[in-house]
């Protein structure tokens, strides 16, 4: 599903940030990625997530090269992909109904197919008296659930978090890692960026641990070469 | 092809929605509402300064279009009643009996085939006629005032003009024919002039409006970057992004360019009085008439207005949609 070969990622002229990464994801699988701040979690997912170009190496997910990827194929494939990100990106003038709607609107789906999915999942993450609210009268745990909402809405094959539980006491951490875990069995594979190891304990998962820009692997789920 | 299924696909339904404020559009039967609340915020895209230059350029494009549009009707008119007429002119000559020789021609006139009528006119109908350079003064009467008659010709079977020529210069001497052609093609080209003219301005306004538009596209795009890149990470591809501003800019077209018509079809309507308001004589009425007919704007001319709306808001579509995609190509 995903296969990185080499790859290694610098910003500009500054040092490089991830180096000779290489490591090879199967479909339906859970991962952790962890590693201090600034080991270049958020750079792997960006490049994960096609936001990036990797400076050298390549990348192949769902077994497309990135490198020879045109604009309209990127767009497919991240219909594919779920991701969470560690600011929320959540847009403003939008309520978090709209908010969590947005990708199913944007694969040009009727409203009235989704709106009970949009307001059911809503309820499930403990957002259902803030359906009609805006993000900026939303705390930063709601904010984290909206996006997390948003990023699993579409039931992608694929699912990027990154620090989904940072801003959420820990019940409701518990509460957003049963949702994974449970879109996993569903066949979702999902890689989950995190320092918190109170929340990587509670799942036999493999880690992904990034120190000073290499990848070393922690578990026989992952084929490091 | 892709143009016409963009088209076809394009939600017209909600355009009206596009169009009106909000407060009014959320009072719109369900089927014509957008639907749901715009990914696009309208206020980041058609501020109230574009829709007011987009409005003035839809004015002069409307004005350019409705004078020329005028111009050439009364041309049009002009050369259909000199092209229905021949003029025979009889120069005064000391040695002749003037309506001796009037009664002559117009006998022999009439024998013409292809000649519908023949009109002489007086001696008094001719001074007339110089009255407007003139005056009406006494001493017109002793000037030797050319008589003219008036025939009016068949113009499904016109008469030989080159015979008939040729015979009053043998049988009549001072007679003269003229059959309007060199002012038929005067007017023919006084109205290509300014018909070529009016495409020169409404070429310049076209340019001036797509490079506004492409410059507030650029604007709204920076003003929305984020909001680009949210859409970007949730799947949409550059046709969706594209459409998400297309939407404002056709709402902004058709809004603006209706403010603009209207004002023109306004214009147009006060165009009869705007001479005497400006305190021009009746002379200068009769040239303006002359120029530009009665100076109102028949069914065509307003039919006109209506195409340079749907030409702005396409221009606006267009010209938005291409520019997204500019833009989204160096985000690449």
Known sequence: ?225 | MTFLNDIRDYPWTSLLAGILPSRLAARLPKRFQAPSSQIVPPASVAGRALTIVISIMTFLACLTAGGVYMVHQSASAWVDDIASEITIELNPLETSDIEKKMTLVSLFLAKQSGVTRVKPMSADDSAKLLEPWIGSTAALSALPVPRLIAVEIDRSDPPDIAAIRNALGENFEGVTLDDHRRWQSEIKLITRSTALGGIAILALVAAATVAVIVSATRSAMATNREIIEVLHFVGANDKFISSEFERHFVGLGVRAGLVGAVAAAIAFLLLPLLVSLLGGGAVTEAETRRLLGSGELDLGGYALLVLIVVVVAALCMLTSRLGVFRVLKTYA
């Open chain 1, 1 to 225: 599903m995903i296969r990185f070969d080499n790859v290694g990622l610098r910003y500009g002229s500054g040092p490089e940030i991830l180096r000779d990464v290489t490591f090879h994801v199967h479909p339906g699988s859970f991962h952790f990625l962890t590693g201090p701040s600034g080991a270049g979690k958020t750079s792997l997912l960006r490049l994960l997530f096609m936001s990036i170009r990797p400076s050298r190496g390549l990348i192949f997910v769902f077994g497309e090269n990135l490198a020879d990827l045109p604009p309209a194929g990127r767009a497919a494939l991240r219909r594919r992909i779920g991701i969470v990100f560690q600011d929320f990106r959540l847009l403003d003038h939008l309520t978090t109904w709209e908010n969590v709607a947005l990708p199913l609107r944007v694969m040009g789906k009727s409203e009235s197919d989704y709106a009970d999915d949009v307001t059911d999942l809503l309820h499930w993450v403990g957002l259902g008296n803030r359906i009609h609210a805006y993000p900026e009268t939303l705390s930063g745990g709601e904010k984290q659930r909206a996006a997390i909402a948003r990023a699993v809405i579409g039931r992608p094959e694929l699912l990027l978090a990154d620090e989904p539980t940072g801003n959420v006491d820990p019940a409701i951490g518990n509460r957003l890692l049963r949702l994974f875990v449970e879109l996993n069995r569903l066949g979702t594979s999902v890689i989950l960026a995190t320092h918190d190891f109170g929340l990587m304990e509670q799942l036999d998962a493999p880690r992904l641990m990034l120190q000073e820009g290499h990848l070393q692997v922690g578990s026989p789920q992952l084929t490091a070469r």
